[in-house]
């Protein structure tokens, strides 16, 4: 009888699996049809897309092992299907899912004695409502000659896995799947089909989009980061290719908020002054209109409010490193799972 397993975001835990006999007895488990390798393979999934594949790390057939670290961009609160398989004796194929489920959580992890800007990623997205929103029934932009293959949608930053593509040409209905009969590119909208449909024929889009992009959202909390740096307030670092900070950002983490939505209204406006481009009988001009007054008054109180914020700080005794609350942090945890199969 396998136990519920779950985790919270930000803690590392040990999914720890064994297989048994009817009677209780360790059942060797080898990752290759040769037995060689004794182990399992490991795969994560969450609505079908792949989160998480590997091999175990350690262990034996009385339980085969693999630490994990629960970051919070990537491990979206939800419930991940894990399935476990491999080659005993025989050989014969063993495979066997169990889910487990990853509550939200405001601890972010420390590695190696800094954190991961990305692990911001996810609050910054709820900060600005960056969805993802739902669309359905687009009609796909494109001639249908029988000749063009290229279409477009309204939305960008398509999020992975949520397309659902079909063509009706008279009553007739077809779906087309992702990979095998179309591709698309996740940040302009772009779908290319691997065939032209045929003249008259529509293809009908379904899919959920966000605002921003995630490169967008790092760059907003790259910049936010910096922002605090300059006040001495964290020191940035890139750790095995990664943006980093030194300072739990459970500690700073309504100065980091608003800082981050400060570079995101900056972006906004900027994206939307270089959209003010004139037209006239001569052509496109290159003047451009200024941001709007209503977006520079809301950056200027925005940006006075973080001046308070961290002059606050500063008065209350904050050091440019301050010791992180240990208590919001959990020990690891043994995510244990016992699978019994046939002799």
């Not at 699996?17 to 795969?43: C, H, K, M, P």
């Not at 972010?108 to 004695?113: K, T």
């Not at 992975?160 to 591709?183: F, M």
């Not at 529509?202 to 966000?210: A, D, M, R, W």
Request: aromatic letters at 8%.
């Amino acid at each position: 009888m396998s136990q519920q397993l779950a985790v919270n975001q930000g803690q590392t835990a040990t999914l720890s699996v064994a297989f048994r006999t009817a009677t209780g007895d360790a059942v060797t488990v080898y990752q290759e049809a040769g037995l060689s390798n004794e182990g399992i393979n490991i795969t994560i999934k969450r609505g079908g897309l792949v989160v998480f594949s590997g091999v175990n790390d350690g262990g034996s057939s009385d339980a085969y092992t693999l630490q994990l670290v629960f970051h919070h961009s990537v491990w979206g609160e939800g419930t991940y299907q894990v399935t476990c398989s491999g080659f005993k004796a025989g050989p014969t194929a063993v495979e066997q899912s169990i889910d487990i489920s990853v509550y939200r959580s405001y601890v972010f992890a420390e590695v190696g004695g800094v954190y991961r800007i990305a692990d911001l990623l996810p609050f910054l997205a709820d900060a600005v409502g960056n969805g993802p929103f739902n669309v359905e029934g687009e009609v796909a932009y494109g001639i249908t000659d029988g000749l063009n293959s290229r279409f477009t949608v309204m939305g960008k930053n398509i999020v992975p896995g949520s397309v659902n593509l079909v063509t009706i040409e008279g009553g007739a209905r077809d779906t087309l799947i992702e990979g095998n009969d179309y591709t698309i590119n996740y940040d302009g909208g772009v779908i290319t089909t691997d065939m032209p449909p045929s003249i008259g024929e529509q293809l009908i889009v379904g899919y959920q989009h966000t605002v921003y992009s995630k490169d967008e959202l790092m760059q907003a909390m790259v910049r936010a980061c910096s922002t605090l740096q300059q006040r001495d307030i964290v020191t940035m670092s890139v750790t095995s290719g990664e943006p980093t900070i030194d300072t739990d950002p459970a500690d700073i983490f309504n100065m980091l908020m608003q800082a981050a939505q400060i570079s995101v209204l900056e972006m906004q406006a900027q994206r939307d002054a270089r959209r003010g481009l004139d037209f006239s009988d001569r052509g496109l001009s290159v003047r451009r209109q200024h941001i709007a007054d209503s977006e520079r008054n809301l950056l200027k109180d925005m940006k006075q409010q973080l001046d308070g914020a961290i002059a606050q700080a500063v008065m209350d005794g904050f050091s440019s490193q301050p010791p992180s609350d240990r208590t919001r942090e959990w020990p690891e945890v043994i995510l244990s799972t016992v699978f019994e199969v046939a002799v």
